[in-house]
Structure formats: structure tokens, C-alpha cells
Nanobody
């Protein structure tokens, strides 16, 4: 059974940093892309960034480009989202997701193109 488990969320002041983790289990993810999405209260879930597990290629939304970094640890089957220079508008529940194969700008941003989802972790940035 595939499981994605996020951790690392919490409360941080504006300008601070957090690192989220997504521990993946239940299958081999080497051919997958791992995405991070977030959903703020009253808003739709939105794409944050993604990493191609095998090559380590990354892709980010313009709202987090330069502040957030996605990486992975193959030995631990874990993907990380390092978030720096956090802003109050980054407050949301953050989800990791796994999707097979396609690595295109359209696929990485499309929630429907992800097969597995974690339960989410809350990030709150105070002003």
C-alpha cells in the first residue's frame, strides 16, 4: 500500500524558515515525479513545486521560485520542501503527491496527474 506522510509543519514568523518532509513507501518511486501543493483557507489547492525523482530536476511556481527548494533523499525515500523567507500568504496546508511518468510543465502543475497524496501538514506564518 502506497503511503505519503508529510511532517515538519508548524508556526513560524514571517521571514523564517521551515523544512517539510514527505516520506514515501509502498512502491518504487524512481520513475515518479513528486509534487508539493498547498491549500489556504477558502482557496483552491495550488501547485508549489515538483521534483523528478530519478534526475532531481525541479520546477516551481512563480510565487515560491527563489524561496523554496525541493530535494530528495533516495536512501530514505523522502522528499523535502525547504521554505525560506516565509510570508503570511504562505500559510496553508501543504500536501505532497506522487505522479507517474510525465515530466512536462502541464503535468507537474496538474493535480489530476498525481496518483497518490499525503494527508497534509499545516504551515502557519505569522506577521
Amino acid at each position: 500500500q502506497v503511503q505519503l506522510v508529510e511532517s515538519g509543519g508548524g508556526l513560524v514568523q514571517a521571514g523564517g524558515s521551515l523544512r517539510l518532509s514527505c516520506a514515501a513507501s509502498g512502491r518504487t518511486f524512481s520513475s515518479y515525479r513528486m509534487g508539493w501543493f498547498r491549500q489556504a483557507p477558502g482557496k483552491e489547492r495550488e501547485f508549489v513545486g515538483a521534483i523528478r525523482w530519478s534526475a532531481g530536476s525541479t520546477y516551481y511556481s512563480s510565487s515560491v521560485q527563489g524561496r523554496f527548494t525541493i530535494s530528495r533523499d533516495n536512501a530514505k525515500n523522502t522528499v523535502f520542501l525547504q521554505m525560506n523567507s516565509l510570508k503570511p500568504e504562505d500559510t496553508a496546508v501543504y500536501y505532497c503527491a506522487a505522479g507517474a511518468l510525465a515530466w512536462t510543465a502541464q503535468a507537474v502543475r496538474n493535480m489530476a496527474a498525481y496518483d497518490y497524496w499525503g494527508q497534509g501538514t499545516q504551515v502557519t506564518v505569522s506577521s
